[in-house]
T-cell receptor, first 112, second 115 residues
Framework: EAAVTQSPRNKVAVTGGKVTLSCNQT?????MYWYRQDTGHGLRLIHY???????EKGDIPDGYKASRPSQENFSLILELATPSQTSVYFC???????????FGPGTRLTVL | AQRVTQVQPTGSSQWGEEVTLDCSYE???????IFWYRQLFSGEMVFLIY??????QNQRSGRYSVVFQKSFKSISLVISASQPEDSGTYFC????????????FGTGTKLQVVP
């Protein structure tokens, strides 16, 4: 049974539109993360959270917002999507005080 | 600035051979860990092994082991007796205690194991 799930798995959006990517984890982990993966860059951290109500900026936060309404859910929001945000997005969770992370299956976003 | 570097974008191996994938990193922290993941063709990230900075012993897990050269800030993943199902993209990632638990990834090495 998958512990980190993402929805949608695939999304096509138009430039200037709003996109929300959702992540749910059943690990009861405090920490959650959003990464994007692009060819030649590996995975890059966008936002992360230490618990419900908290969000922190990662290495590439511009153009993205995050929301952590509960322990289980962590959303990534693109208020005004641009073609440069076309990518595969991964969510992960991890227990506070440890280093390990557990990844979701990824969401492929295409912005036209 | 790139904190984690994997200079081999691709690699190949024949069935049964030992494969070595290299990774170097930058950190000024004492406590950190280096993780290795394999990304399947489906996109799924699979955790393989990790090396804690304070442990001088190279970690092993099944057919996976690492060669940790702390003074050079270098670590290699060694896959023994490679199999076609080992094909995929391998990422190393650095996690520093001071920056929290998030991980910084290298750009990956795409490995193909042929029969």
């Amino acid at each position: 049974e998958a512990a980190v799930t993402q929805s949608p798995r695939n999304k096509v959006a138009v430039t200037g539109g709003k996109v929300t990517l959702s992540c749910n984890q059943t690990n009861n982990h405090n920490n959650m993360y959003w990464y994007r993966q692009d060819t030649g860059h590996g995975l890059r951290l966008i936002h992360y959270s230490y618990g419900a109500g908290s969000t922190e900026k990662g290495d590439i936060p511009d153009g993205y917002k995050a929301s952590r309404p509960s322990q289980e859910n962590f959303s990534l929001i693109l208020e005004l999507a641009t073609p440069s945000q076309t990518s595969v997005y991964f969510c992960a969770s991890g227990e506070a005080g440890t280093y390990e992370q557990y990844f979701g299956p990824g969401t492929r976003l295409t912005v036209l | 600035a790139q904190r984690v570097t994997q200079v081999q974008p691709t690699g190949s191996s024949q069935w049964g051979e030992e494969v070595t994938l290299d990774c170097s990193y930058e950190t000024s922290e004492y406590f950190y860990r280096i993780f290795w993941y394999r990304q399947l063709f489906s996109g799924e990230m699979v955790f393989l092994i990790y090396q804690p900075s304070f442990d001088t012993q190279n970690q092993r897990s099944g057919r996976y082991s690492v060669v940790f050269q702390k003074s050079f800030k270098s670590i290699s993943l060694v896959i023994s007796a490679s199999q076609p199902e080992d094909s995929g993209t391998y990422f190393c990632a650095l996690s520093e205690l001071i920056s929290g638990t998030y991980q910084r990834f290298g750009t990956g090495t795409k490995l193909q194991v042929v029969p």
